[in-house]
Nanobody, 129 residues
Framework: QVQLVESGGGLVQAGGSLRLSCAAS????????MGWFRQAPGKEREFVAA????????HYADSMKGRFTISRDNAKNTVYLQMNSLKPEDTAVYYC??????????????????????WGQGTQVTVSS
């Protein structure tokens, strides 16, 4: 059983930064990639960013481009989400997810929630105005 554990959430003022981490209990070379999604109260879960394990190809939701950066540490089986210039509308529970069955070879594939089969428990990010 694979476990994904997020950390790094918290309360920050608008304009501030946070770095989220997602540690996987184990990973095989067959994993295709990792993604971050978020869900605000009363809203559907939405795509934030994703990265392939092989090649490090990245994809971001338009509203996060230039502010968020996804990165990985293969040795630690950990994916990070650096969030800068945070806005109150970034307030949400942030989830990391792993895609082990579907090849994330296009931006559309990377942004599709159904392509991810393991999920973490989420970490709360609150941005105050």
């Amino acid at each position: 059983q694979v476990q994904l554990v997020e950390s790094g959430g918290g309360l920050v003022q608008a304009g501030g930064s946070l770095r989220l981490s997602c540690a996987a209990s184990r990973r095989t070379f067959s994993w295709y990639g990792m993604g971050w999604f978020r869900q605000a109260p009363g809203k559907e879960r939405e795509f934030v960013a994703a990265m392939t394990w092989s090649g490090g190809k990245t994809h971001y939701a338009d509203s996060m481009k230039g502010r968020f950066t996804i990165s990985r540490d293969n040795a630690k089986n950990t994916v990070y989400l650096q969030m800068n210039s945070l806005k109150p509308e970034d307030t949400a529970v942030y989830y990391c997810a792993a895609a082990t069955l579907v090849v994330l070879n296009t931006a559309q594939a990377m942004g599709t929630m159904e392509h991810y089969d393991y999920w973490g428990q989420g970490t709360q990010v609150t941005v105050s105005s």
